[in-house]
């Protein structure tokens, strides 16, 4: 077999982002920040303020799963085990003998709709040794195939988790090893878990054949990455879909939650001037990508939990105390089976306290992980501007300007796309058709970026605009149907 060729991804010049600058930029790439600055909110100037100081000190994601409880119990999968070699969970052993280990079901995907399908990759041991980590092959059937990879961390600690090599069917190498901040096919890099979803760029195809992925667990993220994984076990699957049909409206799924009665009980919203604005904005920036909402259930979060995650903090924590993690597992709840995405509505996202984001969004989210952090987005929405919106007149684009652009940020988010520029200029999204806001060593504000901060996918946008290469994109992720 030949070599792997070298993807050649960087059309955008990436400066090296090491040490502080990097933890800095890093919560914003890794957790989907939306921040709002003052020139159209003025209640929220001080969250932009709050938001930059907890990026420094906070850590950079947190896993979501106490994976001991998650994976299936042995005892289970041994009363559970026909009399042929068949494969037993949690031994690191390949009973039936198939090349994977702990393929059947161990450790369970998300809820699937009935055009998905869910491949169980089992889990790969990383040695603590240099180079990459153990490659699993994943069959697209057909091209533009929807497919998203998911990893998540089943050691007792957990590392941070990415996605480090991925080759195409031909051989191209999309993704490798120590270039991931310059890679067309750059995933999200998670404490715990992580995600990859094919074809992040428009030029990389996503064609029908083999396809080699590959995820690392490290003590650092990439940037300082030096190709030694830490020891541990991952557990790799991959949610698929068929092509969405070129002429065919995508369509995304949202269970929303009104978290004690933010901003108002369910059945109040649903009927509320602003609601309609702000689903009406959703769609309308989302119609020039070739996409709309579908269903949109909403359902309340009441009761002591809604009392108590209706001001998230914490959201940051590595430990227990991360009520954004806490908030998804209530909503989990409520819609077990549900194969939406989750959207929770808060009066606040807060850390040690302090207002930390407008929004936060898994980047490349998997619809249907009832409960967890990778299946879901988080929105405030302040109780005084909601009293604001509620007095605005019927023409007002208030509601749409403030929560239906946040949300559709945060659906760009969820659906794979990056931020067209990070806030300090040091990283840019890998589509060549968004524009890049080039001012180096300064902070990317909409002032300093009035052009390009138009866009829905700049860190802090002013506006919806979406280009073609972020459809293409978006309109990939399985989550979309
Ligand atoms: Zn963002």
């Given at each position: 077999m030949a070599p792997p060729r070298r993807f050649?991804?960087?059309?955008?010049?990436?400066?090296g982002s090491a040490g502080a600058a990097w933890a800095l930029v890093a919560l914003a790439w890794l957790a989907g920040c939306t921040r709002v600055d003052d020139s159209t909110d003025p209640d929220s100037s001080s969250a932009a303020d709050a938001s930059q100081a907890s990026d420094s000190a906070g850590p950079l994601d947190v896993p979501y799963f106490d994976t001991a409880k998650d994976a299936k119990p042995d005892s289970d999968a041994v009363a559970e085990a026909g009399p042929a070699a068949k494969e037993l969970c949690g031994n690191n052993l390949d009973e039936d003998g198939d090349g994977l280990i702990d393929e059947a079901g161990c450790y369970p995907g998300p809820n699937l709709r009935a055009d998905q399908v869910w491949t169980d990759l089992g889990t790969i041991d990383l040695a603590n040794a240099a180079g990459p980590a153990a490659l699993r092959t994943f069959g697209a059937s057909v091209k533009n195939q929807g497919i998203l990879a998911v990893a998540r961390d089943i050691s007792p600690s957990k590392g941070y988790v990415w996605a480090e090599t991925l080759v195409s069917p031909s051989g191209l190498q999309v993704l490798s090893p120590g270039a991931w901040t310059t890679s067309g096919n750059r995933g999200y890099v998670g404490l715990g878990q992580s995600t990859l979803l094919f074809?992040?760029?428009?030029?990389?195809s996503v064609v029908a054949g083999p396809w080699s992925l590959g995820f690392t667990r490290a003590a650092t993220t990439p940037p300082s990455y030096k190709g030694t994984p830490l020891a541990g076990r991952l557990h790799v699957g991959v949610v698929s879909r068929p092509e969405l049909p070129i002429n065919q409206v995508g369509k995304l799924d949202l269970d929303v939650f009104c978290v004690?009665?933010?901003?108002?009980p369910c059945a109040e919203l649903a009927n509320s001037a602003p609601w309609k604005k702000i689903v009406g904005r959703i769609d309308a920036v989302w119609k020039a990508a070739g996409l709309q909402l579908g269903e949109v259930t909403l359902v309340d979060l009441s009761g002591e939990e809604g009392v108590k995650f209706k001001y998230l903090d914490n959201v940051f924590a590595g430990d227990s105390s991360n009520e954004l993690n806490a908030v998804y597992a209530a909503t989990g709840k409520l819609r077990p089976q549900s194969t939406a995405a989750t959207l929770v509505l808060v009066a606040a996202i807060q850390d040690n306290g302090v207002i930390a984001a407008a929004g936060l969004s898994q980047l490349g989210g998997v619809a249907g992980y009832a409960g967890q952090r990778l299946g879901g987005m988080a929105v405030a929405i302040q109780e005084d501007q909601w009293q604001v919106a509620l007095k605005?007149?019927?023409?007002?684009?208030y509601a749409g300007d403030v929560w239906g652009l946040v949300i559709s940020h945060e659906i760009g988010h969820f659906l794979g796309l990056w931020h067209t520029d990070e806030s300090d200029g040091s990283l840019h999204d890998p589509i060549e058709d968004t524009p890049l806001c080039d001012k180096v060593g300064e902070v990317l504000t909409p002032a300093l970026c009035p052009v390009q901060s138009?866009?829905?996918?700049?860190?802090?946008?002013?506006g919806g605009t979406l280009t073609a290469g972020q459809s293409k994109v978006v309109r990939l992720s399985p989550a979309v149907r």
């Amino acid at each position: 077999m030949a070599p792997p060729r070298r993807f050649a991804a960087a059309h955008r010049r990436c400066p090296g982002s090491a040490g502080a600058a990097w933890a800095l930029v890093a919560l914003a790439w890794l957790a989907g920040c939306t921040r709002v600055d003052d020139s159209t909110d003025p209640d929220s100037s001080s969250a932009a303020d709050a938001s930059q100081a907890s990026d420094s000190a906070g850590p950079l994601d947190v896993p979501y799963f106490d994976t001991a409880k998650d994976a299936k119990p042995d005892s289970d999968a041994v009363a559970e085990a026909g009399p042929a070699a068949k494969e037993l969970c949690g031994n690191n052993l390949d009973e039936d003998g198939d090349g994977l280990i702990d393929e059947a079901g161990c450790y369970p995907g998300p809820n699937l709709r009935a055009d998905q399908v869910w491949t169980d990759l089992g889990t790969i041991d990383l040695a603590n040794a240099a180079g990459p980590a153990a490659l699993r092959t994943f069959g697209a059937s057909v091209k533009n195939q929807g497919i998203l990879a998911v990893a998540r961390d089943i050691s007792p600690s957990k590392g941070y988790v990415w996605a480090e090599t991925l080759v195409s069917p031909s051989g191209l190498q999309v993704l490798s090893p120590g270039a991931w901040t310059t890679s067309g096919n750059r995933g999200y890099v998670g404490l715990g878990q992580s995600t990859l979803l094919f074809g992040m760029a428009p030029q990389v195809s996503v064609v029908a054949g083999p396809w080699s992925l590959g995820f690392t667990r490290a003590a650092t993220t990439p940037p300082s990455y030096k190709g030694t994984p830490l020891a541990g076990r991952l557990h790799v699957g991959v949610v698929s879909r068929p092509e969405l049909p070129i002429n065919q409206v995508g369509k995304l799924d949202l269970d929303v939650f009104c978290v004690g009665g933010v901003p108002m009980p369910c059945a109040e919203l649903a009927n509320s001037a602003p609601w309609k604005k702000i689903v009406g904005r959703i769609d309308a920036v989302w119609k020039a990508a070739g996409l709309q909402l579908g269903e949109v259930t909403l359902v309340d979060l009441s009761g002591e939990e809604g009392v108590k995650f209706k001001y998230l903090d914490n959201v940051f924590a590595g430990d227990s105390s991360n009520e954004l993690n806490a908030v998804y597992a209530a909503t989990g709840k409520l819609r077990p089976q549900s194969t939406a995405a989750t959207l929770v509505l808060v009066a606040a996202i807060q850390d040690n306290g302090v207002i930390a984001a407008a929004g936060l969004s898994q980047l490349g989210g998997v619809a249907g992980y009832a409960g967890q952090r990778l299946g879901g987005m988080a929105v405030a929405i302040q109780e005084d501007q909601w009293q604001v919106a509620l007095k605005q007149p019927p023409e007002s684009a208030y509601a749409g300007d403030v929560w239906g652009l946040v949300i559709s940020h945060e659906i760009g988010h969820f659906l794979g796309l990056w931020h067209t520029d990070e806030s300090d200029g040091s990283l840019h999204d890998p589509i060549e058709d968004t524009p890049l806001c080039d001012k180096v060593g300064e902070v990317l504000t909409p002032a300093l970026c009035p052009v390009q901060s138009k866009y829905l996918m700049f860190w802090s946008p002013k506006g919806g605009t979406l280009t073609a290469g972020q459809s293409k994109v978006v309109r990939l992720s399985p989550a979309v149907r």
